[in-house]
């Protein structure tokens, strides 16, 4: 069994797992040259040879514990019927809707996201049996944010502008895409995907009444129905920027792990955060651009806060395009030189 399966299962192992958001990416060589393959983004994603080579990139080079499925949150929009553009310098583009008609599921479109899956899943059973293999989606109210929106927004206070105009229109959207969220994710499960993340990248957003409400009880309707069909999965949730409401949503949305960003102190999350959810993080992207000695300082000293409980090492957010291989190299060198053990005997 993957390391890190056991340590969301509760287990005390003497290395911490790791593995990193967007560890298959742009910061790349290997990555760079097969995207260069295809001539969209999108099209990309929905190649599943293609999307299996670049999920299995990263464990050719770093010791890392897990693979994600290389593909995007705005896939399920896409497989909606909203037309979706990918834009280096602009980011993503979206054509904005004002409510749920004319949204029909292609499930052609998700199924290529499935094949990748039963793909990497076969591979990896045979090239990296001990590794894990992980599914995810966008959260509803981050992919809604993105449909209402159009392209990314510091603040979405246009999303929530609309929401409070068009507040059945919005509950509508949060309602379908929670639904499809949930059966996109039971599918990853039936492809092969031992492991869900579930990102919502614009928690930040949303004043606290709102967090409830878009936020807290969507995740934990996906949770709910994903378990309800295939057992105990193990499930994490990332709730970026939600601050000292990251403790009442991993608490309410019954998820088993809940990943840090980087503006929380881990010495805080160890003192508050439920003994029966595991934590993840939380280094800051940035810090990979500084030397070894910076990246191995800041990196003990989560390891240090989590010595004696389950841990899951990350990243605060994603590997950034230009981040140099070296220090992400060095940083996996440094958690896989850590053995909890020896903090937990003395």
Same mark, same amino acid.
């Given at each position: 069994?993957?390391?890190? *399966?056991?340590?969301?299962?509760?287990?005390?192992?003497?290395?911490?797992?790791?593995?990193?958001?967007?560890?298959?990416?742009?910061?790349?060589?290997?990555?760079?040259?097969?995207?260069? +393959?295809?001539?969209?983004?999108?099209?990309?994603?929905?190649?599943?040879?293609?999307?299996?080579?670049?999920? *299995?990139?990263?464990?050719?080079?770093?010791?890392?514990?897990?693979?994600?499925?290389?593909?995007?949150?705005?896939?399920?929009?896409?497989?909606?019927?909203?037309?979706?553009?990918?834009?280096? !310098?602009?980011?993503?583009?979206?054509?904005?809707?004002?409510?749920?008609?004319?949204?029909?599921? %292609?499930?052609?479109?998700?199924?290529?996201?499935?094949?990748?899956?039963?793909?990497?899943?076969? !591979?990896?059973?045979?090239?990296?049996?001990?590794?894990?293999?992980?599914?995810?989606?966008?959260?509803?109210?981050?992919?809604?944010?993105?449909?209402?929106?159009?392209?990314?927004?510091?603040?979405?206070?246009?999303?929530?502008?609309?929401?409070?105009?068009?507040?059945?229109?919005?509950? %509508? &959207?949060?309602? &379908? =895409?929670?639904?499809?969220?949930?059966?996109?994710?039971?599918?990853?499960?039936?492809?092969?995907?031992?492991?869900?993340? &579930?990102?919502?990248?614009?928690?930040?957003?949303?004043?606290?009444?709102?967090?409830?409400?878009?936020?807290?009880?969507? +995740?934990?309707?996906?949770?709910?129905?994903?378990?309800?069909?295939?057992?105990?999965?193990?499930? *994490?949730?990332?709730? !970026?920027?939600?601050?000292?409401?990251?403790?009442?949503?991993?608490?309410?949305?019954?998820?088993?792990?809940?990943? *840090?960003?980087?503006?929380?102190?881990?010495?805080?999350?160890?003192?508050?955060?439920?003994?029966?959810?595991?934590?993840?993080?939380?280094? %800051?992207?940035?810090?990979?651009?500084?030397?070894?000695? %910076?990246?191995?300082?800041?990196?003990?000293?989560? =390891?240090?806060?989590?010595?004696?409980?389950?841990?899951?090492?990350?990243?605060?957010?994603?590997?950034?395009?230009?981040?140099?291989?070296?220090?992400?190299?060095?940083?996996?060198?440094?958690?896989?030189?850590?053995?909890?053990?020896?903090?937990?005997?003395?």
């Amino acid at each position: 069994m993957s390391i890190i *399966i056991e340590t969301m299962r509760g287990t005390k192992t003497k290395e911490v797992p790791v593995w990193i958001m967007r560890q298959a990416g742009r910061y790349l060589p290997e990555y760079r040259k097969l995207r260069a +393959t295809l001539p969209s983004f999108m099209e990309f994603c929905l190649n599943p040879e293609a999307v299996s080579e670049a999920t *299995i990139q990263p464990l050719k080079r770093f010791n890392l514990d897990a693979a994600i499925i290389f593909s995007d949150i705005l896939v399920l929009p896409y497989a909606l019927g909203i037309n979706v553009e990918f834009h280096d !310098k602009e980011g993503p583009q979206l054509e904005r809707i004002q409510g749920i008609k004319g949204l029909r599921t %292609d499930s052609r479109i998700l199924g290529k996201v499935n094949s990748a899956l039963k793909i990497t899943r076969e !591979k990896m059973q045979k090239e990296f049996p001990n590794k894990a293999l992980m599914g995810f989606a966008g959260a509803p109210w981050t992919v809604a944010c993105y449909m209402v929106e159009g392209k990314r927004s510091r603040d979405f206070t246009n999303v929530r502008k609309f929401y409070y105009s068009n507040k059945q229109d919005f509950k %509508d &959207i949060i309602s &379908i =895409l929670t639904e499809e969220t949930a059966r996109h994710l039971i599918n990853q499960v039936k492809s092969g995907a031992q492991i869900i993340k &579930i990102f919502d990248s614009w928690a930040g957003t949303l004043t606290p009444d709102l967090f409830e409400k878009f936020v807290i009880e969507p +995740t934990r309707k996906i949770v709910q129905a994903i378990k309800s069909e295939v057992g105990e999965i193990p499930i *994490i949730g990332f709730a !970026k920027g939600a601050g000292f409401m990251t403790f009442e949503y991993a608490k309410m949305t019954e998820i088993n792990c809940v990943a *840090i960003d980087q503006t929380m102190k881990m010495s805080w999350v160890r003192e508050n955060l439920s003994q029966d959810i595991i934590p993840q993080g939380n280094l %800051d992207n940035a810090l990979l651009f500084s030397g070894k000695s %910076d990246i191995e300082e800041e990196t003990m000293k989560i =390891l240090d806060t989590f010595s004696d409980r389950p841990f899951i090492f990350n990243l605060g957010h994603g590997v950034l395009p230009e981040t140099p291989v070296e220090s992400v190299e060095h940083l996996v060198r440094v958690i896989k030189n850590y053995k909890k053990c020896s903090k937990i005997n003395k």
